[in-house]
């Protein structure tokens, strides 16, 4: 038998440390599943792409969501038992939705997902991480609910819930060494998403060194910069021109934006392939990705406190700057005067003498 021709490029690719993941995902926290919703927009990398391989060098990647799931109910919940149980040797635990405090529900639960076959009592969400976190290569809470209680841990709700880090703690360390992960965002914007889980399976690969995570554990490359340094109305703050309306082009920040104090990144990326996102395209920035969302941003449609200092003393600036961009940019809207049709040549071309040309 012939022996088969390896490419020679094919020395270019190296088999990852972590060859074959499973990424559990229960969406049993207090949730909307807005966040699973959200990332099948995604196209830096696509779902499908990870999942079918596209980026070589990767683990193979499988994974078990309840909304994007094939298997249904006791099929779907095999793997959660089986690596409950310490069976799956390499998985990651992603979590949406805020943790709910249960010593507080009484006889009941606020949040389960299955049932124990020795109880036949419904297995908490809190048990669930109980069990899976300690096992896992690495946790993801995805979205604001799971990674700071979010909008179900507003002030007056009775379940009390909160963050996973929350839960498990802020110290909490993966068995692989690795910190929670959170990618905020109300909901996690799709490629942010898809991003962080590209560059973790990179890390298990081998192929990146730690991720680089803030105080508050999110992605620095995604979190670090505020809204207003990425939003496209920032023009009009500086010059001072302020919408007092919806629907206007001005900026939003008398109308309730809160962009100028809070970490994302979605008007610089856009929303879906660079299209949509918030104050960019006239929605207030309502703080969505923050760990003090949303009691600390309501009421929404109000003008943040801090901003009536900034945009009072920016007025006067605004006011100059903007009249003398006027004037500069009145002549720039002039051709220079040797263009014409007449017979004369009026350029200042000398053959003699080039550099008489500048300046003009
Ligand atoms: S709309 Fe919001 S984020 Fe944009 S420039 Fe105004 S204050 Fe900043
Ligand atoms: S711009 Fe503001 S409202 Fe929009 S996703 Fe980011 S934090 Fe949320």
Same mark, same amino acid.
Do not use: I, M, T, W
């Given at each position: 038998m012939m022996p088969v021709a390896v490419p020679y490029g094919r020395k270019t690719q190296k088999t990852p440390k972590v060859e074959e993941l499973h990424i559990l995902w229960i969406t049993a926290g207090l949730g909307c599943d807005g966040d699973t919703v959200s990332i099948t927009a995604a196209s830096q990398p696509s779902i499908e792409d990870v999942l079918l391989g596209a980026v070589p060098g990767l683990p193979k990647v499988h994974l078990h969501n309840p909304v994007l799931a094939y298997e249904v109910g006791d099929e779907f919940l095999k793997i959660f038992h089986q690596a409950a149980r310490g069976e799956v040797d390499n998985f990651v635990l992603v979590v949406e939705g805020s943790v709910p405090n249960e010593k507080l529900s009484g006889d009941g639960y606020w949040a389960a997902f299955g049932t124990d076959h020795k109880t036949g009592q419904p297995i908490t969400t809190n048990e669930w991480i109980d069990r899976l976190a300690p096992k896992a290569l690495g946790v993801i809470a995805a979205g604001t609910c799971a990674t700071y209680g979010g909008i179900h841990a507003m002030k007056g709700n009775p379940t009390g819930c909160m963050g996973v880090a929350d839960y498990l703690g802020w110290e909490w360390k993966s068995k692989a060494g690795l910190p929670i992960v959170n990618v905020p %965002?109300?909901?996690?914007q799709p490629d942010n998403f898809m991003e962080t889980l590209l560059y973790l399976l990179r890390q298990l690969a081998g192929a990146a060194p730690m991720i680089p995570l803030d105080d508050a554990l999110r992605p620095k490359w995604l979190f670090d910069m505020t809204v207003h340094q990425g939003c496209d109305r920032a023009a009009y703050y500086e010059q001072a021109?302020?919408?007092?309306?919806? %629907?206007?082009?001005?900026?939003?920040v008398k109308i309730g934006c809160w962009g100028p104090v809070v970490q994302c990144n979605v008007p610089k990326r856009g929303w879906i392939g660079g299209v949509g996102g918030c104050p960019n395209v006239g929605g207030i920035c309502i703080g969505c990705t923050m760990p003090g969302f949303p009691d600390k941003l309501m009421p929404f449609m109000d003008e943040p406190p801090g901003a009536r200092i900034s945009s009072t003393l920016v007025a006067p600036y605004g006011y100059l700057i903007r009249n003398l961009r006027r004037l500069t940019n009145s002549t720039l809207n002039k051709e220079p005067r040797w263009r014409h049709n007449r017979p004369e040549r009026t350029t200042g071309y000398d053959p003699g003498k080039p550099e008489a040309l500048y300046p003009l």
């Open positions: %965002g109300c909901p996690v021109q302020f919408a007092h309306e919806y %629907g206007s082009r001005k900026c939003l």
